[in-house]
């Protein structure tokens, strides 16, 4: 038998798309109803958040001020050890008066005789290699 449509759904048809949109439906209620309730569990976290960075940002402070600070204590260039603006003043002054003085005069004369032989001795190592 050859059944004509009309246009008309059949029940199967219908009754298919009813059960298709109350899956979708349910479908987007859950997902709702989950995201309302992630976001309600992350309040307390978000406002968390938000107090540390707030106190992050207080205790920040701006480079240009951290530029314009005077520095209290400070490194002595020759060991490295901790030393006061005055100490720090002192030692740049000791060493600003030393700039005057030949470095010959630091190092004592027998060891500027070693070191002028140690020279003397690589010069001729160049000429005569098998000098120990």
């Given at each position: ?11 199967q ?5 009813n ?67 005055a ?5 740049m002054e ?9 470095p ?29």
């Open positions: 038998m050859y059944q004509i449509d009309w246009g008309a759904k059949s029940c048809a219908v009754h298919r798309s059960l298709q949109q109350s899956r979708n439906h349910r479908l987007a209620i859950a997902t709702f109803l989950s995201v309302q309730i992630s976001a309600i569990a992350m309040m307390p976290m978000l406002s968390f958040a938000e107090t540390q960075s707030k106190q992050l940002v207080q205790e920040d402070i701006p480079e240009e001020v951290l530029r314009a600070e005077i520095y209290t204590d400070a490194r002595s260039p020759i060991d490295g050890k901790q030393l006061s603006a100490e720090y003043t002192e030692l000791k060493l600003r008066s030393l700039d005057g003085i030949p010959e005069d630091f190092v004592s004369p027998k060891v500027r005789e070693v070191i002028g032989l140690l020279k003397l001795r690589k010069f001729l190592r160049q000429f005569i290699p098998f000098i120990p």
